[in-house]
């Protein structure tokens, strides 16, 4: 039987349905949900995804302000920027565009991000929570990419779980959330592909994530009989979106397969607009306690 499309529209729907009513909720307790996403720069990837928010926040009534600094500026201006935003109690939620232009250290401002204000979950604290099992602000992919997995119904306890990519930002995260929920993760990288050892591991994956940025670096016959098959890649070749894993021949075994797009992509700013909304509630915490 060929695998069924894991869409991303209905989870993102739902959540977006949720936002909206939490939205209401806070603003009669005064608060007000707003999000602020810096970008240096220009980059086109990131384009998409800060007009994806700013269609998203509308909708869920939150407060939406794309910051453009100059391509030029150096650190130290971004650190003061956003030592600037931690301090506003109007901004709750802070989103620092990737990439950066190179006279900038990506993580040391990422890391200036105020946790309670970091709706990406990029800083040490939230990374530590999840790392702990505690996760609170989470990385808005690697979540995305674990709701999709658990809206087909797997238990994932002692599934071999396999994970393609180690980025900060998704690759690790996901192996965490997958591993705190008692699946048996192995993580391959670049060393794993340099050994030619890549194949082996998803030929063993129930659960197979991919996070790599290279198109069809996963092959669909590699793919095992009754696998749930999550493919964050986004990439553009001849004018074309392609993923990280060769779909329409993954379906073939395959259970569920994510589009591209229509995937994690589509999830990824749903949660984003729902960790806006949890960072809000955070601080209303701080304050009161
Ligand atoms: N700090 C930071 N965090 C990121 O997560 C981040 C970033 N910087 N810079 C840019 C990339 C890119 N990115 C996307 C998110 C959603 C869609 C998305 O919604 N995609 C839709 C298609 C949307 C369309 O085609 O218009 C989909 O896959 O179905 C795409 C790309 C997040 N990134």
Redesign the pocket.
């Known amino acids: 039987m060929p695998a069924q499309l894991l869409k991303?529209k209905p989870i993102a729907d739902k959540i977006k349905e949720d936002v909206k009513k939490e939205v209401e909720d806070l603003k009669a307790k005064g608060v007000s949900p707003s999000l602020v996403a810096i970008q240096v720069g220009e980059?086109e990837?990131?384009k998409?995804?800060t007009?994806?928010q700013k269609k998203n926040a509308e909708l869920c009534g939150i407060k939406y302000d794309l910051q453009e600094l100059p391509a030029d500026m150096t650190q130290e201006q971004l650190i003061k920027h956003i030592d600037g935003l931690n301090k506003d109690p109007n901004v709750t939620g802070i989103?620092?565009?990737?990439?950066v232009p190179e006279q900038i250290d990506a993580k040391v401002c990422?890391w200036r991000i105020a946790y309670e204000k970091d709706i990406?979950g990029?800083t040490p604290t939230n990374m530590g929570l999840v790392t702990f099992g505690e996760p609170r602000l989470v990385?808005?992919?690697a979540q995305g990419a674990f709701e999709l997995i658990k809206s087909t119904g797997v238990d994932l306890y002692g599934k071999e779980v396999v994970v393609v990519g180690h980025s900060d930002?998704v690759g690790k995260p996901a192996a965490l959330l997958l591993l705190n929920s008692f699946g048996t993760v192995t993580v391959c990288h670049i060393a794993t592909g340099q050994r030619g050892l890549t194949e082996e591991h998803v030929r063993r994956a129930e659960i197979l994530v991919v996070a790599v940025g290279v198109p069809h670096l996963v092959k669909g016959d590699w793919v095992k009989e009754g696998a749930i098959v999550v493919d964050i890649g986004?990439n553009v070749k001849d004018g074309k979106?392609l993923g990280d894993v060769e779909t329409e021949v993954a379906m073939e075994k395959a259970a569920w397969v994510t589009?591209?797009?229509?995937?994690?992509?589509?999830a990824?700013?749903a949660i984003?607009m729902r960790n806006t909304v949890e960072a809000a509630k955070w601080q209303l915490e701080m304050k009161q306690s």
């Open positions: 991303g980059n990837a990131s998409v995804y007009n994806a989103i620092l565009q990737m990439p990422q990406e990029v990385p808005c992919t930002i986004i979106l589009p591209v797009p229509g995937g994690a992509g589509t990824t700013t984003l």
